[in-house]
C-alpha cells in the first residue's frame, strides 16, 4: 500500500483539541490494524520549543531519541502508543534553516530561493520523512495555529500540493473547527465555520471532513447546514462536543464512523476488526467513582495545567491502576515561600514538585519538600524536584541552609547539585541538554527496584545539572539511597529515603513513558503509597 495521508487542519480558533482529534483518529486507524504516525506541524520560526517559555507553549515534550516537541506528541504517543522520532515535529525555524544552510553551501547552483518551490519542497520533504523513518503506512499531519494565520501559509501550500504529489487516494483533508454558541439567544453558530472553510478554500484545500468542535451538542439541522455551505458530505460533519475525559474521544469518533468514512474515502480496508473493549473498560474505570485522593502539584508554572500535562496523564493513569481518583491542587510555589505551609498543604495526601528551570520558586519548593519528608507525606520529585528533594535532605544533615545547586547558587559552600561535566564548554541554549532515552540500572532491595520489578529500564530525560558524587557516601550514611544508577555508575537517576514511606526522587522523566494502558510503575507506587496513607488515616 502506499503512505496515506491525513492532513488535519484548524478554524475559527485553536486549543478547541486539534491534538486531541488527531491523535483519537490514529487509534482508530490503530484499532484497524495499520501502523500510523503522526507529525506536528508548527508555524513559529523558533527551531524547537526547548528554548520557549512553558507560558507560552505550555510542556516541552520529550522523545525517546531526545527531541523537544510540541505536547501534542505526547497526546499521540498516548494514543497511538508508538514512539515517534524527531521529524514528527517540524517548525518553520527547521525548515529555513535546512534552506538557508543549503544556499550557503551553494547547492541551488545559483538559483533564487523563494517560499514556493524552496520553502514548500523542504516541508514536503519533511512529511515523507515520517513513513520513511518510522514504517507508517499511515501518516497523519496537523497543522499548528488556524487558518488565516500569516505563518502557517507555506505549511497550508505544502498541504495543497502534497494531493497532486501523492494523489486523491491518499490524501485526506480535515478542517477542525469552532461552533460557538451564544448565550442569548441559547444559538450555536455555524457561520464562523463557513468563514473558515472558505478561507482554506481559497488556498485551494477543500475539506474532506469538518470536526465541529462546541460545548454543546451539534444537531442534525446544523449538520445539514455546515455540509451544504462548506460542500462536503453531511455524514463527514461529525460533531465533537467538549469533554471532561479525552480518552473518550476515539469512541466518539468510532461512533461516528470517521474510521470508516476515511477508509472508504481512500479506499482502502480494515486489517482487523477494531476491538475497543479494553479502551472502554478503560474509560469506564476512568468514570467509576473512586475515593478521592489529593495531590499538591508545587511548580512555578501551575496558572498554566497544560505547562505539566503529561504529569497530570501519568497521574491519571496510575489512578485507574490503583483505583483512586487524583485531585491534583495547583500550588504556586511562590507562594510558599512567605507564610505557613499548612493552609496550603494540609489537605494533601500526596505532594509532587515535576521539572522546572530557573531559581524563582525553588525555595518554596524547598519548603514544601522538607514538609513532606517531616510528616512523613508521599512525596514524587521528577528532575527538578529530585535535586531539590537532595537540596532538602542535605541543609538537614549538613546542617548548613547554604546547601544548593549551583544552578541557583553558583558560590554555594555545598554545591550538592551540579552542573554536568560534559555540559561545562556549553555555550548554545537550543537542544545541548542531555536529552532523550538513557539507561538506569536499579538496585535491589529498593523502592524503585520493587516499583519496576526489573533490574534494567530506560527512561527519558532533560536537564542539565545532576547530584554531585562527592556527597554519595555522606548522603547514604545518613539515610538516602541511590535506587537508580547509569549503568557506569557515575550518574545518581534515581534518589530515595529509607526512613519514610515513599520519598523518591527520579533525574529522569517518567511521566513521558506513562500511558493510559500502562501506567508507570513509579506513579503507581507513589499513588499506592498515597492511598495506604489515606487507608491508615482513616
Ligand atoms: N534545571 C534542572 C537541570 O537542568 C532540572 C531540569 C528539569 O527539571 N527538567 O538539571
Redesign the pocket.
Known amino acids: 500500500m502506499k503512505t496515506k495521508y491525513i492532513f488535519l487542519t484548524g478554524g475559527v480558533l485553536s486549543s478547541v483539541g486539534k491534538g486531541v482529534t488527531g491523535a483519537a483518529l490514529g487509534r482508530l486507524l490503530k484499532e484497524r490494524g495499520y501502523q500510523v504516525a503522526i507529525q506536528k506541524l508548527d508555524p513559529y520560526i523558533n527551531v524547537d520549543p526547548g528554548t520557549m517559555s512553558p507560558y507560552q507553549h505550555g510542556e516541552v515534550y520529550v522523545l525517546d531519541d531526545g527531541s523537544e516537541t510540541d505536547l501534542d506528541l505526547g497526546h499521540y504517543e498516548r494514543f497511538i502508543d508508538t514512539s515517534l522520532n524527531k521529524v514528527c515535529n517540524v517548525t518553520t525555524g527547521q525548515v529555513y534553516e535546512e534552506v538557508i544552510s543549503k544556499e550557503r553551501r551553494g547547492d541551488y547552483l545559483g538559483g533564487t530561493i523563494q517560499v514556493i518551490p524552496h520553502i514548500t519542497n523542504e516541508m514536503k520533504r519533511r512529511i515523507g520523512l515520517v513513513s520513511k523513518t518510522t514504517g507508517a503506512e499511515i501518516v497523519l499531519v496537523e497543522v499548528g495555529g488556524t487558518v488565516g494565520d500569516i505563518e502557517s501559509l507555506p505549511f497550508l501550500e505544502s498541504l495543497r500540493q502534497m494531493r497532486s504529489d501523492v494523489g486523491r487516494e491518499n490524501s485526506f483533508y480535515i478542517h477542525v473547527t469552532w461552533v460557538p454558541h451564544i448565550g442569548a439567544t441559547g444559538e450555536l453558530k455555524t457561520k464562523p465555520t463557513q468563514h473558515s472553510v472558505r478561507e482554506l478554500r481559497s488556498i485551494g484545500i477543500s475539506p474532506d471532513m469538518i470536526i465541529a468542535r462546541s460545548d454543546y451538542p451539534v444537531d442534525e439541522d446544523l449538520r445539514d447546514k455546515i455540509a451544504l455551505f462548506c460542500d462536503v458530505e453531511k455524514r463527514a460533519v461529525i460533531p465533537m462536543v467538549t469533554t471532561d475525559n479525552l480518552y473518550e474521544i476515539p469512541l466518539t469518533l468510532e461512533r461516528a464512523k470517521v474510521g470508516n468514512f476515511v477508509m472508504e474515502r481512500m479506499n482502502f480496508q480494515a486489517r482487523q476488526e477494531p476491538d475497543w473493549q479494553p479502551w472502554k473498560e478503560m474509560v469506564a474505570k476512568m468514570r467509576r467513582e473512586k475515593p478521592e485522593v489529593e495531590i499538591a502539584l508545587v511548580g512555578k508554572y501551575v496558572e498554566l495545567h497544560d505547562a505539566y500535562m503529561s504529569v497530570r496523564e501519568a497521574l491519571q493513569h496510575a489512578g485507574i491502576e490503583v483505583g483512586v481518583d487524583v485531585k491534583i491542587k495547583w500550588i504556586h510555589s511562590s507562594k510558599l515561600e512567605k507564610g505557613t505551609l499548612t493552609e496550603h498543604l494540609e489537605s494533601a495526601d500526596g505532594i509532587l514538585v515535576?521539572?522546572?528551570?530557573?531559581e524563582r520558586g525553588t525555595e518554596g519548593k524547598i519548603k514544601a519538600i522538607r514538609y513532606a519528608r517531616e510528616n512523613k507525606i508521599p512525596y514524587l520529585g521528577?528532575?527538578?524536584?529530585?535535586?531539590l528533594m537532595v537540596v532538602e535532605f542535605a541543609r538537614q544533615i549538613l546542617r548548613d541552609d547554604q546547601v544548593n545547586?549551583t544552578?541557583f547558587e553558583p558560590q554555594t559552600p555545598h554545591p550538592v547539585?551540579d552542573?554536568?561535566p560534559d555540559q561545562r564548554d556549553i555555550t548554545e541554549m537550543g537542544g545541548t541538554?542531555?536529552l532523550g532515552l538513557y539507561p538506569c540500572q536499579l538496585q535491589p532491595g529498593t523502592k524503585a527496584a520493587q516499583a519496576y520489578d526489573k533490574d534494567l529500564v530506560e527512561e527519558r530525560?532533560?536537564?542539565?545539572?545532576?547530584l554531585n558524587n562527592a556527597y554519595r557516601e555522606i548522603f547514604e550514611k545518613a539515610g538516602m539511597r541511590f535506587s537508580g544508577l547509569s549503568p557506569d555508575n557515575r550518574l545518581v537517576e534515581i534518589a530515595e529515603l529509607t526512613d519514610h514511606p515513599f520519598m523518591l526522587g527520579t533525574?529522569f522523566?517518567p511521566e513521558f513513558l506513562s500511558r493510559p494502558y500502562r501506567p508507570h510503575p513509579l506513579f503507581v507506587a507513589f499513588l499506592n503509597a498515597v492511598q495506604g496513607g489515606v487507608r491508615s488515616n482513616e
Open positions: 515535576p521539572g522546572g528551570f530557573g521528577l528532575c527538578l524536584g529530585m535535586q545547586s544552578e547539585i552542573l554536568m541538554m542531555r530525560h532533560r536537564h542539565r545539572f545532576e533525574q522523566h
